[in-house]
T-cell receptor, first 116, second 112 residues
Framework: DVKVTQSSRYLVKRTGEKVFLECVQD?????MFWYRQDPGLGLRLIYF???????EKGDIPEGYSVSREKKERFSLILESASTNQTSMYLC???????????????FGPGTRLTVT | SQELEQSPQSLIVQEGKNLTINCTSS?????LYWYKQKYGEGLIFLMM?????EEKSHEKITAKLDEKKQQSSLHITASQPSHAGIYLC????????????FGPGTRLSVLP
């Protein structure tokens, strides 16, 4: 079974802090994704990566950056956390670079981040 | 506005009843994906539909994609409490990468 793990289930940070959210997958998947999920807005893509050191912006990249130094690990960075970044953050991975399987995504359990 | 609409928004059924959830797009889709999310957790991939008229089943869940590839339905037969959760459809709009969108979700409760 594909396993996607996220470093924390719950996180509380202060405004202005730098926040790192870590995601690790153990199935040698090429693609990795970061989403945020908010009531009424649904799931929105922040960034995705299709290879080590490669990244692409999603729908809402502002205020975030990402890092993928190893194939299995994809980090989401909030350079200076703000209260409007309080959300549920979901990481996902998928196998293929192209074709329909690109979106057959396997998700981690999520990190609920609160910025006070 | 949402690019994918789902109906109903929420659904409460008695255990053993059948139910259907719909996902609609105003544009032709290149792929339609169904996911399930248990409350407060990540999503679980259920199935993917690509071709117009395609139908797939997994245990008691059947999903169909219409011929025009603009609407999909998810049907659960003889629902069980384990089916409870949020069902989301996702769609590939045809361009690589960020052109994947999720619907708002349908919250399903199954009463024992």
């Amino acid at each position: 079974d594909v396993k996607v793990t996220q470093s924390s289930r719950y996180l509380v940070k202060r405004t202005g802090e730098k926040v790192f959210l870590e995601c690790v997958q153990d199935m040698d998947h090429e693609n990795m994704f970061w989403y945020r999920q908010d009531p009424g807005l649904g799931l929105r893509l922040i960034y995705f990566s299709y290879d080590v050191k490669m990244k692409e912006k999603g729908d809402i990249p502002e205020g975030y950056s990402v890092s993928r130094e190893k194939k299995e690990r994809f980090s989401l960075i909030l350079e200076s956390a703000s209260t409007n970044q309080t959300s549920m953050y979901l990481c996902a991975s998928s196998l293929n670079l192209q074709g329909p399987s690109f979106y057959e995504q396997y998700f981690g359990p999520g990190t609920r981040l609160t910025v006070t | 506005s949402q690019e994918l609409e789902q109906s109903p928004q929420s659904l409460i059924v008695q255990e053993g009843k059948n139910l259907t959830i719909n996902c609609t797009s105003s544009k032709t889709l290149y792929g339609l994906y169904w996911y399930k999310q248990k409350y407060g957790e990540g999503l679980i991939f259920l199935m993917m539909l690509q071709k117009g008229g395609e139908e797939k089943s997994h245990e008691k869940i059947t999903a169909k994609l219409d011929e025009k590839k603009q609407q999909s339905s998810l049907h659960i037969t003889a629902s069980q409490p384990s089916h409870a959760g949020i069902y989301l459809c996702g769609a590939d709009k045809g361009n690589y990468g960020q052109n994947f969108v999720f619907g708002p979700g349908t919250r399903l409760s199954v009463l024992p």
